[in-house]
């Protein structure tokens, strides 16, 4: 970096790149748990099949973000999503298997896969 309009210009590139990740009203939010509890559960996998299987099928209204802790460590991986006018759906035990068929099931087609979600889970 030789100037302050060189650092300005590497300060808008990043802030254009977070406005893009911005939470809007249209796009579908999926948050993976990615503290120690959730990685040395299997979260990392999880995060990538989600995050592969998106670009694969062009899902363009979707983002992905990793969060801290989300409190149910006997149940991770744990995998949030957001969608549209909808209440959050907390998917727990996940796997990359898995991972695939929520992209497929509920990002691309709205449909909530029930046996994985929180609410089966407590019913075990």
């Known amino acids: 970096m030789k100037s302050l309009a060189q650092l300005e210009q590497i300060r808008n590139k990043t802030l254009a790149k ?4 911005k939470e809007d009203d249209t796009s579908i939010r999926v948050v993976v748990g990615m503290a120690t509890c959730g990685i040395a559960a299997g979260a990392r996998p999880v995060m990538k099949a989600i995050m592969d299987e998106i ?4 899902v363009t209204n ?6 801290g802790c989300i409190g149910v460590c006997r149940l991770e991986p744990i995998v949030e999503v957001y969608l549209p006018g909808s209440e959050k759906i907390t998917y727990v035990k996940m796997d990359a298997e898995k991972a ?3 992209v497929n099931e509920t990002l691309v087609n709205g449909k909530v896969i029930n046996e994985y979600t929180i609410g089966a889970a407590d019913k075990n």
């Open 18 to 21: 977070i406005n893009l990740r």
């Open 62 to 67: 979707c983002y992905v973000t990793q969060t």
């Open 100 to 102: 695939v068929k929520v």
């Open 55 to 58: 670009e694969k099928r062009n």
